[in-house]
């Protein structure tokens, strides 16, 4: 069974209603509430909970959650990429043994801007959606907002957050370190690199300035949710590979909790340590990485990473090193940087974790 309905999460200052859509497959079922859907979803059957697009030009999970629907519904549209040969021998939503909550557009407000967050002036407090969970439904814009999708996925048993990172970025899992249901989740998603994210008195500085707190994936965990953070490749564009991944992945997570029957496949990747190696620029230039320096590459202390040269005398301002042992999960290949931007990101690598 499939149903959707029609969310409306804030409203404009003209009064015009910020709105999404909510989808359910499998058992649950979305109902007319008092003050909008609610999920009534009877029995003891395992309720996931998946988005897309909390930042606006992340759009491959988007287009995941197309094919997923296709693949549920038997219902794809044309140009969609789903063949008939592909629907008959997947899984429809009658073989659910449970639900799945999809939101396929988080943020509206960020979407029809292709941005990553708000203007000031639609929301000078939470610019960024995914620094406001668990929300508030008497706060800004995106808290609002937050909130009400938070009434979703606070009733689930597992949340995937698609999230994109752009074409110079490793595809990876984000999962909370040392939570071991998430990290289950995190494998059978199965993508080879999984970054594990400190919280709280764990974390570096870092967690604190940057407002990491508010992130969906830390307040459902706190409450005792499973959620991992996908990052497929390529922002602002449709990746077939990226899309494919986030399929294959979300599949793997519905087989974990038993929505699916079988048993995701088997992970045998890399676990390293997020957000805290990075190579900064120490000054304003232009960027050119070592030739040979990809994505997911290991790469040594000290190592060189790439320069930072003065377009107008074409001094070498900086020789980028890397700052620690691990793995390079993100090189910049715009070449134009400002002091203080990340070059190169390094994941600490962790064994037997």
């Known amino acids: 069974m499939h149903t ?67 693949r549920l519904t038997g219902d794809a549209a044309e140009g969609s990429g789903t063949g008939d040969a592909e629907r008959a021998d997947g899984p429809s939503a009658a073989d659910l043994d449970g639900t799945l909550v999809a939101v396929p557009v988080a943020d509206p407000l960020t979407f029809d801007r292709a941005s990553y967050t708000t203007p000031e002036s639609l929301d000078s407090r939470q610019p960024n959606m995914n620094r406001c969970w668990p929300g508030d439904p008497e706060g800004s814009l995106h808290e609002r907002m937050a909130a ?35 990290r289950g989740l995190a494998e059978a998603f199965g993508t080879d690199l999984l970054l594990a994210e400190a919280a709280g008195d764990d974390a570096d500085t870092e967690w604190d300035e940057r407002g990491f707190a508010g992130k969906l994936r830390v307040a459902a965990t706190r409450e005792g949710i499973p959620t991992i953070t996908p990052e497929l490749a390529h922002s602002k564009e449709i990746v077939p590979g990226a899309v494919e991944t986030g399929v294959a992945g979300t599949l793997g997570v519905l087989r974990r909790e038993g929505l699916l029957g079988g048993d995701p496949d088997p992970w045998d990747g890399v676990v390293a340590r997020n957000h805290l190696g990075r190579v900064i620029a120490d000054d304003s230039g ?65 064994d037997g974790e």
């Open 4 to 70: 959707s309905r029609t969310l409306t999460l804030a409203r404009l200052p003209s009064g015009v209603p910020i709105r999404t859509t909510v989808h359910a497959y499998g058992e649950g079922r979305l109902v007319d509430g008092d003050d909008g859907p609610v999920l009534d979803a009877p029995g003891d059957g395992p309720v996931v909970y998946a988005q897309a697009a909390q930042h606006g030009r992340e759009v491959n999970g988007t287009a995941v959650l197309r094919r997923l629907h296709d």
């Open 148 to 182: 009400r999708l938070w009434a979703f996925a606070s009733e689930a048993d597992a949340i995937v957050d698609l999230h994109t990172g752009s074409p110079s970025m490793a595809t990876h899992t984000v999962y909370m370190r040392g939570d071991d249901a998430c």
């Open 286 to 350: 232009l960027f050119v990485p070592e030739p040979d320096l990809a994505v997911g590459d290991r790469v040594a202390a000290g190592e060189r990473v790439g320069e930072v040269f003065d377009p107008t005398t074409f001094e070498t301002l900086q020789v980028a090193r890397a700052d620690r042992d691990g793995i390079a999960y993100s090189v910049a290949r715009e070449a134009t940087v400002t002091a203080g931007a990340t070059l190169v990101g390094v994941a600490e690598r962790i």
